[in-house]
């Protein structure tokens, strides 16, 4: 049977609400409520810490999401790391993942997250076929020919295959998500809104990882 992933819309509070105001902020997440753990758990490149958010460009949860994931990257712990995963929902983000490990390649993909994000959201850009995309990018200022190139090379499909493996390996079915220490997967529907999703992440980075 053919799994089905789709883009989670739901912002409703789950219990923790809006954790960010100081009340709620005391109050501790609930396994299996506002997160879930791992079995087994997951490798991670980094034992200091690591958070992984998958998303999907096309994904207005993803979108709305962005902000509270900014501002929880001003402030995160310089050791811990963060890495952004794209995933496929549907056919048509199939295009958004390769052109998000194009842009990973090329060292590219901090500086212009925003940028395609906008022009997905904002401008309603399909970013479908490769022609779309090479326009959009030379808007954004890169080699069009390097990144045609490297958009169709083998590094990068082994990535998407990559991304398309590690959904099911931390049993995800919807995006944004996130993953804490390859231990624990939480998300705004999960935590009960985007903020309180944040809030949620720190406190799994705060739990033991032996």
Not at 13 to 42: C, D, F, N, V, W
Not at 74 to 95: E, M
Request: net charge positive; proline share 6%; charged share 20%.
């Amino acid at each position: 049977m053919k799994r089905r992933t789709f883009c989670t819309t739901s912002l409703t509070a789950l219990g923790l609400g809006a954790m960010g105001t100081r009340s709620q902020a005391q109050t501790k997440p609930i396994e299996g409520k506002h997160y879930r753990r791992l079995a087994p758990p997951q490798p991670v490149s980094n034992d200091k810490g690591e958070v992984l958010e998958f998303f999907w460009y096309g994904c207005p949860a993803c979108y709305r999401t962005e902000p509270s994931v900014k501002q929880w990257l001003a402030r995160k712990p310089a050791q811990v790391s963060f890495k952004r995963s794209a995933q496929i929902i549907h056919t048509i983000s199939r295009s958004h993942q390769r052109m998000f490990f194009t842009l990973d390649q090329l060292g590219l993909s901090d500086s212009l997250h925003t940028p395609v994000f906008d022009a997905v959201q904002k401008d309603s850009s399909a970013l479908q076929e490769l022609p779309e995309i090479l326009a959009l990018m030379g808007k954004l200022g890169v080699d069009t020919a390097k990144f045609g190139q490297v958009y169709q090379s083998f590094a990068v499909a082994s990535r998407c295959r990559q991304a398309d493996q590690m959904m099911s390996t931390y049993g995800l079915n919807s995006v944004p998500s996130f993953a804490v220490n390859g231990r624990y997967v939480t998300s705004p529907s999960m935590a009960g809104g985007e903020a309180a999703c944040m809030a949620v992440v720190d406190y799994l980075l705060s739990l033991p990882t032996a």
